[in-house]
């Protein structure tokens, strides 16, 4: 399974790249697979390089308070690295 936090896009250049911010860490996606007009201050989901889709600001703000919520969780002890994921124990 693959989950992608919302990333806030800060530049695009020319060639359709732009650069994104994912919780403070900056890279480079490309735009193409997007159909629809993204602008600098929009969110988008990314995979691989990709920006996959646009989503709203209201819903990028929830998804990263859960991730945060969720990576203090595990910070503060009280979810383990390995909770959530039933499989992992068999492997």
Do not use: W
């Not at 020319?14 to 600098?40: C, P, S």
């Not at 691989?48 to 945060?68: L, P, R």
């Amino acid at each position: 399974m693959c989950l992608s936090i919302p990333s806030r896009v800060v530049e695009i250049d020319a060639d359709n790249m732009a650069t994104v911010d994912t919780m403070g860490v900056r890279r480079k996606v490309t735009l193409d697979l997007i159909g629809e007009e993204v602008l600098v201050g929009d969110y988008v989901l990314i995979h691989v390089g990709f920006a996959m889709s646009k989503i709203s600001q209201e819903e990028a703000e929830e998804s990263i308070k859960t991730y945060e919520e969720i990576v203090e969780a595990m910070n503060s002890g009280g979810i383990d690295h390995e909770e959530g994921d039933s499989d992992y124990a068999s492997r």
